[in-house]
Nanobody
């Protein structure tokens, strides 16, 4: 299973950006999927994630500005980021956990966290 993120880039304060992340492979279920971010010199932190069914969890700092959505049929999540601030500048990582997928003809239930390569989001003032 691989996670591939798209989007990111440079935007001015108050602008908007969208990210998307697709999980590839023969995936039967994903329990958790969403986004984390890591700013220089800081620990990786949760941004927004689907926690199961249609439940979502957002960081307080992005509530009301960011919206996570998904297309379950495509194993893809999206992050719409509005009213961006300089403190949103970070490398954004796609995340998935609780995967059940097919590999070499067998069903695999994975307990590990899966991460995509990060994508840089820079908000300039």
């Amino acid at each position: 299973v691989q996670l591939q993120a798209f989007g990111g880039g440079l935007v001015q304060v108050g602008g908007s950006l969208g990210l998307s992340c697709a999980a590839s492979g023969t995936i039967l279920r994903i329990d958790r999927m969403g986004w984390y971010r890591q700013a220089p010199g800081k620990q990786r932190q949760l941004v927004a994630v689907f926690t199961g069914s249609d439940s979502t969890n957002y960081a307080d700092s992005v509530k009301g500005r960011f919206t996570i959505s998904r297309d379950s049929a495509k194993n893809t999540v999206y992050l719409q980021m509005n009213s961006l601030k300089p403190e949103d500048t970070a490398v954004y990582y796609c995340y998935a956990a609780g995967l059940v997928y097919m590999e070499y003809g067998s069903i695999v239930a994975s307990n590990t966290d899966h991460w995509g390569e990060g994508t840089q989001v820079t908000v300039s003032s």
